[in-house]
């Protein structure tokens, strides 16, 4: 039976006593089998697990089982049915689905001396790879719509990493042990690597500014597949980082402060507030508040109101970083539903630097209870590809943002506390982990 988790206990193939948690009250404090199958901490009878491997209805860090001297612990969760990162435990540990729990559960009641072992985790290649992991932010952007979010992934999952040694390496508060490497998954690892790919295309181009790197970093993107990720790019915007090919994006949509003013005040800031980000005297005097379609983002987000029609123009413009001389001619990938023209739609180039403007225009029929219709607009000369993402959604004004529709199951409305190690309280992965009733 396979399970997921990080787990370098070496258990030497040897098999141990398995027993159920809910075997396992520790009455002398008031337990009983509805608290002990899931494992928490007090709950158990150290007379009982000593020595045992112990079978829990829940994903916890393992100190119940820890702290009554069991030797390791196999959980399975109704809430996490189908995991996709691991977590690192203080004792021999795997986390299995729902379904494998069953027939564990059924092996320990119809056999006289149920018995287990827990091997050291093996990595395997995942065929789905590259996915977005559940518990990355979603879009759409619910501050600024215009802006397309999130604007790129990152290799975040499951990632050996630095580590404090005084911090504790697996998700048990007062795990005691100590090590420089850890294998750790959230935007806390996503983040180094974009940050990386950044570095490495500044060393590269040292005078570009940094939304011209982000420009090169998403339009070279490795393209996701749609069909593996329902959110589409509010999963995972441009695509996932390809630091070799942002060297040389051909075309970067660069910005300057002032466009960054004009974008500011579009969205309802005024002087004052201006201010208070610009650190200057500028003003927003002379611009009416609006949509953000001319901001020169590498990306468009398109939202409409409930009902009403797909209707917008978007200003862009691009610099020729490649070839002196160079054309490029763009393609459009959509829906057949919506009209997407790009005006021109042939950019000639006779110097590096040279900059050129264009519109897309985006038309369609009206739309309701639409969560995302995406596609993209391509700019090639031969040699090199530039794509941006385009989505179209519905927006209903005071409506929450949560695209999530996994619906399986109730979630318990009290959350369980870890104390452990903040990373993975920042970077949202703890989520999952709740007490009961």
Known sequence: MKGISINNFDLNGTSYPLIWGGSAANYTI????????????????????????VFCEALYDGSGILLANGIGTIMADVLVVDPDFAFSFPLPATLISPEDGHKVL????????????????DAWEDAMAPIVVSFSSRGPNAI??????????????????????????????????????????????????????????????????????????????????????????????????????????????????????????????????????????????????????????????????????????FTRTVTNVGAANSTYTASVFMPTTISVTVAPSVLTFSSVGQTISFTVSVDGPSISQQPITSGAITWTDGNHVVRTPLAV????????????????YTTPTKKTVFKSSSIYHKNGIMRHLKTRP
Not at 281 to 307: E, H, I, K, M, Q
Not at 393 to 408: C, F, K, Q, R, V
Request: with cysteine; net charge negative; aromatic share 10%.
């Open 144 to 313: 600024t719509p215009d802006i397309l979010k999130p604007d790129i992934t990152a290799p975040g999952v499951d990632i050996l990493a630095g580590w404090s040694p005084i911090a504790p390496p697996s998700i048990y508060y007062d795990d005691k042990r100590s090590t420089l490497f850890n294998i750790i998954s959230g935007t806390s690892m996503s983040c180094p690597h974009a940050s990386g790919a950044a570095a490495y295309v500044k060393a590269v181009h040292p005078n570009w500014s940094p939304a011209a790197i982000k420009s090169a970093l998403m339009t070279t993107a490795h393209v996701l597949d749609p069909r593996k990720q329902p959110d589409l790019e509010f999963a995972y915007g441009s695509g996932q980082i390809n630091p070799v090919a942002a060297r040389d994006p051909g075309l970067i949509f660069d910005i300057s402060e002032s466009d960054y003013i004009n974008f500011l005040c579009k969205q309802g800031y005024n002087t004052s507030t201006l201010r208070l980000v610009t650190g200057d005297n500028s003003t927003c005097t002379s611009t009416t508040p609006g949509r953000a379609w001319d901001l020169n983002y590498p990306s468009f987000s398109l939202y409409v109101l409930d009902g009403q029609k797909i209707s917008a123009t």
């Open 393 to 408: 959604y519905n927006y209903i004004p005071g409506a929450p943002y949560n695209l999530e529709s996994d619906t399986s």
């Open 30 to 53: 008031g337990s009983s089998s509805d608290y002990s199958k899931y494992c928490l901490p007090g709950a158990m009878s150290t007379d009982i697990v000593a020595g045992k491997i």
């Open 106 to 121: 059924d092996y320990i009641r119809s056999t006289d001396y149920p018995t287990a072992t827990i091997f050291v985790s």
